[in-house]
C-alpha cells in the first residue's frame, strides 16, 4: 500500500472538523447532562448524610430523655423508701410509747390494788385485834391461855 | 485561456481519479475478500513505509482490535481503581453507558440480565470501538473486515449453544431443536422443523456478521472514495494542493450514527438469541 499524503492530509481535515462541530454541539449539552447527574448523585448523598446525622441527634435527645426518666423513676423510688422507713420507724416509737403506757397504767393499778389490800388487811388486824382482846379480856387467863389465844390470833393473821 | 487551463486540469484530475482506482484495486488484492475496498492508509502503512517491512498493514484488523481492547481495557481500570460515590467525568460517562446497556438488556432479559450483561455490554462496547475507529485518521475500522465480524458472531452462536445447553440440558435442547413437539401432528412435522432450526441457528451468527460487515465496510468505502474524490475535486482548481476539500464531512456523522446503530443491533439480536436460548424464552 503506497502513502497517499494527500488522502490522509484530507481525512484528518475533516476529523478535526468533526471533532470541533462535536465539541461545540454534542459535548456540550452531554457534560450538561453529566454535571446534573453529578450535581443530583452528590445531592442525594448530602440528603443522606444530614439525614443520618439528624437521626443521629434524635436519637442522642432520647437517650438523654431516657436517661433523665431512669434517673427521676430511681430517684422517686429511694424516695418512697424513705418514706416508708421514716413511716415504719414512727409507728415503732409511737408502739414502744403506747406499751410503755399501758405498762405504766398497769403497774399503777397494780399498786393501787396492793395498797388497797394492805388497807383492808389492816383493817382486819384491827377488828381481830379487838375482837381477841375481848375475848381475852371475857376469860380468864392464865399464861398459857395467853399464849395460845396470841399464837391463833398470828396463824389467822398469817391465814389473812 | 482560462477556459482551456481549467479544461486541462480537469483532464489531469480525471487521470487522477483513474490512478486512484488503479491504486485501490492493488490495495484490495492485498486485504484478500474486499477486493474492490478502497482503504485510506493507516499507521500500519507508516510502520511498512518507515521500517521497510512490506506486511504490516496486513495486519490491520487484528492489530486495531487489539488495540481497541487494550484501550478499553485501560479504560476499565481506570475508573474501577478510581472509582468514587459522587463520580467524576469519565466515571460518569462509562456509568452512563453501562447504565443505558444495563436497562436497555434488562428490558428483554429481565432477571437474568446479571448473568449475561459482562459477554452483551462488553460485546457493545468493543465493537462500537471498532465501528468508530474507522473515522479516526490512522486507525482502520475492524468491523470492516467480514473475517472480524465472523469471528465476534461465532463467538455469540457458541456462547449462546453453551447457554441452551446448560440452561435446558441436554433432551430439551434437542426438543427445542425440534421446535418443541407435544403433539402428534407437532411430531410429524419434525421432519421439517428440525432441518429449519438446524440451519437457523448457523444462519444467525451468518447474518449478524454480514450485516455488521457490509455496513461498516459500505461507510468506510464511501469516507475513502469521498476523500478520493475530495483530492481529485481539489486538483482541479490547485494541483499542487496539499489536501483536498473534505467531501467525507457529512458522511462522518452518517457513521457516527450507523456505527453506534449496527453495534446495538448486533448486541441487541444476541440478546434475543440469548433470550429464546433461556427456558422461559418465547419465540
Known sequence: MELDWKLILTHMLGFVITVVILAKFAWRPILGILDERREKIKSEFDQIESGKSEIEETKAGYDAKLKDIDNLARQKLTEAVNDGQKVAAEIKEQGRDEAKEIIFKAKAETDREVEKARAALKEDMVKMTIAAAEKIISKKLDEQENRRLIKDFIDSVEKA | MIQY????????????????????????GDHG????????????????????????????????????????????????????????????????????????????????????????????????????????????APTSALNMTLALSISVFFYVQYISLTRLGPKKYLLHLCGDPSSGVTWALVIINFPLHFVGEFIKPFSLAMRLFGNIFGEDTLIAVMISLGVVFMSIFWHDAYVGVPFQLPFYFLSLLLGTIQALVFTMLSTSYIMMALPHGEH
Not at chain 2, 481519479?17 to 490495495?27: F, P
Not at chain 2, 460518569?92 to 434488562?106: A, K, P
Request: include cysteine; aromatic fraction near 16%.
Open chain 2, 5 to 28: 487551463k481549467f479544461l486541462n486540469n480537469i483532464i489531469i484530475a480525471t487521470q487522477e481519479v483513474a490512478g486512484h482506482a488503479e491504486k485501490a484495486a492493488e490495495h484490495g
Open chain 2, 33 to 140: 475478500e474486499d477486493g474492490l475496498s478502497m482503504h485510506i492508509p493507516s499507521a500500519l502503512t507508516f510502520f511498512d513505509k518507515w521500517f521497510g517491512t512490506a506486511y504490516a498493514h496486513h495486519f490491520a484488523v487484528t492489530f486495531f482490535a487489539l488495540l481497541i481492547a487494550v484501550i478499553m481495557m485501560i479504560c476499565a481500570l481506570v475508573v474501577y481503581r478510581k472509582r468514587q460515590m459522587i463520580p467524576g467525568p469519565f466515571q460518569n460517562v462509562v456509568e452512563m453507558i453501562f447504565e443505558g446497556l444495563y436497562n436497555l438488556v434488562y428490558s428483554m432479559l429481565g432477571k437474568d440480565t446479571d448473568r449475561y450483561i459482562p459477554f452483551l455490554g462488553t460485546l457493545f462496547l468493543y465493537i462500537w470501538f471498532m465501528n468508530l475507529s474507522g473515522l479516526v485518521p490512522f486507525f482502520h
